[in-house]
Structure formats: C-alpha cells, structure tokens
C-alpha cells in the first residue's frame, strides 16, 4: 500500500522521525545511521559526530573556495535537545530532496506503507 505525502507532510513525519532519532541517540549513546544520512544530507556535511560528554552533535563542513586546495572543514555543533528545531531550519524542498526524504521514511518502522509517494504542493 502507497502514501502520499505533499512537502507539507513530509516535513512533519521528518519532525516526528527526528525525534525518534533523538530518543535511540539519547539512549543508545550513539546516532542511527539513518540519522547520520539525513543530517550529512540537509547540511552537505563530510562528518557527523556525537560527542556523548557535551550531549551535542558535531557536523563537519568543506568550506573550502575551490576543489584543489586542502579541505578546510568548520565544524558545528548543536545540542542534541534541539535537534528537530535546527534541522527543520535545514529541511529542503527540491523534488530530489524530497525523494531522499520519502525514501529515509521508508526505511521507518512507523510507516507501514510499501511506498511513499510525492504529490505536488
């Protein structure tokens, strides 16, 4: 059976996956994979850490001018109580973003579709 979820939706059940991804990071110690994939993808990121003393989530971005120079990576850092806050800043809505999206949802427990499929705004 198929979902369709507009952009608007979308966003929403990301919201509520973000928090789930919160809980398991908070009580794992460590960040899902899925969690690692979103963030490495809304923010273009080389690395993604959790450093587990500081409670927070370090993000690691090439910010260098050009391609043949050394990377130069600035890293970030955000508490992991607020994560759904900074990544909802970060939410994209491109129709391939919005595939990756639906796709990561997919891949979640508490979507018992077979697929997920986009409808326009």
């Known amino acids: 059976m198929a979902s369709y979820l507009n952009t608007n939706e979308i966003r929403l059940s990301l919201r509520q996956l973000v928090k789930q991804y919160v809980e398991e990071c908070e009580t794992c110690q460590e960040l899902p994979e899925e969690f690692i994939s979103l963030i490495k993808h809304n923010f273009l990121a080389k690395y993604v850490y959790y450093n587990k003393g ?3 989530i370090e993000i690691g971005i ?3 001018e050009s ?3 050394y990377p130069e990576i600035k890293v970030y850092k955000f508490p992991i109580n607020k994560a759904t806050k900074w990544l909802d800043k970060s939410f994209k ?3 391939s973003d919005l595939e990756f999206y639906g796709k ?3 891949r979640n427990d ?3 579709s077979s697929e997920i499929v986009l409808m326009s705004r």
Do not use: R
Request: charged share 30%; aromatic share 12%; proline share 6%.
């Open 54 to 56: 500081k409670q927070q």
């Open 62 to 64: 090439d910010e260098s």
């Open 67 to 69: 391609p043949d120079t």
């Open 93 to 95: 809505d491109q129709q």
């Open 104 to 106: 990561l949802l997919n």
């Open 110 to 112: 508490s979507f018992y």
